[in-house]
């Protein structure tokens, strides 16, 4: 079956910089997704890692293992609107399915 | 503009009645889903479709129920036998990305509450 395991609070400085891991457990590997979700709103994509290596998108960047089944986001120059939950998923059975973490809530202070 | 739109945002109803939220996309996205968050949880699979007229069950499927009549729209009921269906509900569509994955793309969400 699937799993995976997100830490469940992170807190940073404004400015700086912080990485949120990811590890799953998957019976076939299909891409890594990360989302990013405001308190009370929905979920909005954030990157999506298929190959091994580092995808950097702005401020945001995300990095893939798949042999040790991790995946970390990478958030740069924090801002306090970064503050909210972030989203591993990996899709389950066919490609269109996704199974969710259980969230890392980030809070980012002056 | 595009999107998937859930309606009410907010919802109240009695114990023991049954009630329809709406989710409806102008993406054009074949495939829907619905999920269920709780505090501090991730997202559950309640029901899912890939194409009109087809839907298979999630993860937690009991106590719901769904129909995909219209590529568009894709109404899910929350029945007097879900338990505990006080919940932050969200609807999804779909599209394929280079890649061989899904983008979900996800609505407003509707907050219900059952007293």
């Known amino acids: 079956g699937q799993n995976i395991d997100q830490p469940t609070e992170m807190t940073a400085t404004e400015g700086a910089i912080v990485q949120i891991n990811c590890t799953y457990q998957?019976?076939?590997?299909?891409?890594l997704f990360w989302y990013q979700q405001h308190a009370g709103e929905a979920p909005t994509f954030l990157s999506y890692?298929?190959?091994?290596g580092l995808e950097e998108k702005g401020r945001f960047s995300s990095f893939l293992s798949r042999s040790k089944g991790y995946s970390y986001l990478l958030l740069k120059e924090l801002q306090m609107k970064d503050s909210a939950s972030y989203l591993c998923a990996v899709p389950s059975g066919g490609y269109n399915k996704l199974i969710f973490g259980a969230g890392t809530r980030l809070a980012v202070h002056p | 503009d595009g999107g998937i739109t859930q309606s009410p945002k907010y919802l109240f109803r009695k114990e023991g009645q049954n009630v329809t939220l709406s989710c409806e996309q102008n993406l054009n996205h074949d495939a829907m889903y619905w999920y269920r968050q709780d505090p501090g949880q991730g997202l559950r699979l309640i029901y899912y479709s890939q194409i009109v007229n087809d839907f298979q069950k999630g993860d937690i499927a009991e106590g719901y129920s769904v129909s995909r009549e219209k590529k568009e729209s894709f109404p899910l009921t929350v029945t007097s036998a879900q338990k505990n269906p006080t919940a932050f509900y969200l609807c999804?569509?779909?599209?394929?990305?280079?890649?061989?994955?899904?983008?979900?793309?996800f609505g407003p969400g509707t907050r219900l509450t059952v007293t």
């Open positions: 999804a569509s779909s599209i394929e990305l280079a890649g061989g994955g899904y983008e979900q793309y």
């Open positions: 890692n298929v190959l091994d």
């Open positions: 998957t019976s076939g590997f299909n891409g």
